[in-house]
């Protein structure tokens, strides 16, 4: 069983939409949380990170962590074609790797 | 802005050969990462370094060296590269302190294909 599970995709919605994204992971120990975007033929950049549980918005953007669920979500608000990306979760435990576990990343399309 | 280059985009290489990447930082970042992405699988890491020439395992180490002999670069060495390599790969570099570190930059990745 991997670590950090992501549904593939792909998920196409129309432009507008409220887009759902999410992570389950298995490992407790896990203390930050982060979402990653990747545009085709690119490496990834970060979007969003966050520690605690609980939600961080950041524009359209909204991170939201469950720890006790093991269980993140990003949430786009009037998704946008330029949204269309592929969307990685990541993770890291805080014992001195400094190295994230990722998700396998989820393909977003935004139809205009 | 942070750049983070890697020598080539695509890359063709036969079987046996032995093949070197190129990854360069200009942010003097401490943290640097080698990467491969293949479909459905994600990211997974090959090897890091959090300082010159110092080295970590990642979790798919087998048939892959790396080097880092300054702060800036990190070469990942295919010692005799295989088609069981063929992946696109990805390096990064991020501060090794403080809550900056998992911040990490990504180049724009070098598909190899090994035929």
């Known amino acids: 069983q991997k670590e950090v599970e992501q549904d593939p995709g792909p998920l196409s919605v129309p432009e507008g939409a409220i887009v759902s994204l999410n992570c389950t992971y298995s490992?407790?120990?896990?203390?930050?949380f982060m979402w990653y975007r990747q545009y085709s033929r690119k490496g990834p950049e970060l979007l969003m990170y966050?520690?605690?549980?609980g939600n961080k918005e950041d524009g359209r953007f909204t991170a939201q962590v469950d720890k006790s669920s093991k269980y993140i979500s990003l949430f786009i608000r009037d998704s946008q074609p330029s949204d269309s990306a592929t969307y990685l979760c990541?993770?890291?435990?805080?014992?001195?790797?400094?190295?994230?576990?990722f998700g396998s990343g989820t393909r977003l399309q935004v139809q205009p | 802005d942070v750049k983070v280059t890697q020598s080539s985009r695509y890359l063709v290489k036969r079987t046996g050969e032995k093949v070197f990447l190129e990854c360069v930082q200009d942010?003097?970042?401490?943290?640097m990462f080698w990467y491969r992405q293949d479909p459905g699988l994600g990211l997974r890491l090959i090897y890091f370094?959090?300082?010159?020439?110092?080295?970590e395992k990642g979790d798919i180490p087998e048939g892959y060296s790396v080097s880092r002999e300054k702060k800036e670069r990190f070469s990942l060495i295919l010692e005799s590269a295989s088609t069981n390599q063929t992946s696109m790969y990805l390096c990064?570099?991020?501060?090794?302190?403080?809550?900056?570190?998992?911040?990490?930059?990504f180049g724009p990745g070098t598909r190899l294909t090994v035929t």
């Open positions: 990064a570099s991020s501060f090794r302190t403080g809550y900056e570190y998992y911040e990490q930059y």
């Open positions: 490992n407790s120990a896990f203390q930050y």
């Open positions: 966050t520690y605690s549980s």
């Open positions: 990541a993770m890291i435990i805080d014992t001195g790797r400094r190295a994230l576990t």
């Open positions: 942010m003097d970042h401490e943290n």
């Open positions: 370094s959090y300082d010159v020439k110092m080295k």
